[in-house]
């Protein structure tokens, strides 16, 4: 089990988009408060990064969704298996994701957090594969576009493992 793991982006250089991305959030939302909702557990240490880099108020919750066995392929099917702690009607919410590969998960959760009544739903996300796309998502803010391999670190796992990475890498399997 001691996979091979070529560095994509360095610990510094995800350290600078995060500031970057967290100046254009706060520029976009010239003082509104925002609710980062944060899809567990890929994106937590993204979005802690981030949510340091907003200048608006953040308020913070947490969402388990399920698309994915342990292995790389999505399974097409989106599950909430652990739901935000409280209502988001009225709010600006901004989903921040570690990745986006098939979009079958942020499709899900952009349709649902309007069907909650969100005043605003923004997406945040620090990588993203549009050559995987099945379908078509609207992402407001991107780190990273990256071509289809498979990466790990900074919060992304292979089976679980990898996630503490301080930087992003492309693990050989
Ligand atoms: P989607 O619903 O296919 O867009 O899947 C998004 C989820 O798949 C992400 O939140 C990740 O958990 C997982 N995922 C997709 N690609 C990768 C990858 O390259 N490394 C690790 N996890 C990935
Ligand atoms: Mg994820």
Request: some cysteine; aromatic content about 10%.
């Amino acid at each position: 089990m001691s996979e091979k793991i070529h560095v994509m982006f360095t610990e510094e250089q995800v350290d600078k988009k995060i500031r970057e991305l967290g100046e254009q959030i706060s520029a976009d939302l010239h003082g509104e408060p925002v609710k980062l909702v944060c899809v567990l557990k890929g994106a937590s240490f993204f979005a802690c990064e981030l949510a340091k880099r907003i200048s608006a108020p953040v308020y913070m919750d947490f969402m388990y969704v399920s698309s994915y066995g342990n292995g790389t392929e999505s399974s097409g099917e989106v599950k909430i298996t652990r739901d935000l702690e409280s209502p988001i009607e009225g709010e600006n919410v901004l989903i921040v994701e570690d990745i986006i590969d098939s979009g079958n998960t942020l499709h899900f959760l952009q349709k649902e957090f309007k069907d909650r009544g969100a005043k605003q739903v923004r997406i945040c996300t620090l990588l993203s594969k549009p050559d995987r796309r099945q379908v078509e998502v609207d992402v407001d803010y991107i780190g990273y576009v990256i071509p289809d391999e498979f990466v790990v670190g900074y919060g992304l796992d292979y089976a679980q493992r990898y996630r503490n990475l301080p930087y992003i890498g492309v693990i050989e399997l």
